[in-house]
């Protein structure tokens, strides 16, 4: 039985986490170095098709946002510091 049955709530949830984890992010980490930030991007990409793939889809959600927020975070830096 997955953890988060409803991927309604699941996507929200992935919402909350996104924006948390962003803002965390952008306060807190002057910067995230380019390779680095392709291994944590390419770790949790992985962990997530891996938790899709047992059926644990509304947790690969959860882990998506984290990724998305790490791009995001990215684009934010590059954008402000050209």
């Given at each position: 039985?997955?953890?988060?049955?409803?991927?309604?709530?699941a996507a929200l949830y992935a919402?909350?986490?996104f924006l948390l984890f962003l803002g965390l992010l952008v306060v807190f980490?002057?910067?995230?170095?380019?390779?680095?930030?392709?291994?944590?991007?390419?770790?949790?990409a992985l962990f997530a098709a891996w938790l899709a793939w047992v059926g644990e889809i509304g947790l690969?959600?959860?882990?998506?946002?984290?990724?998305?927020?790490?791009?995001?975070?990215?684009?934010?830096?590059w954008l402000t510091n050209r």
């Open positions: 039985m997955a953890l988060l049955p409803d991927l309604a709530a919402v909350v986490v980490v002057e910067t995230i170095p380019s390779r680095l930030l392709m291994v944590m991007i390419l770790t949790v690969s959600f959860l882990a998506l946002g984290a990724v998305a927020a790490l791009a995001a975070n990215h684009a934010f830096e």
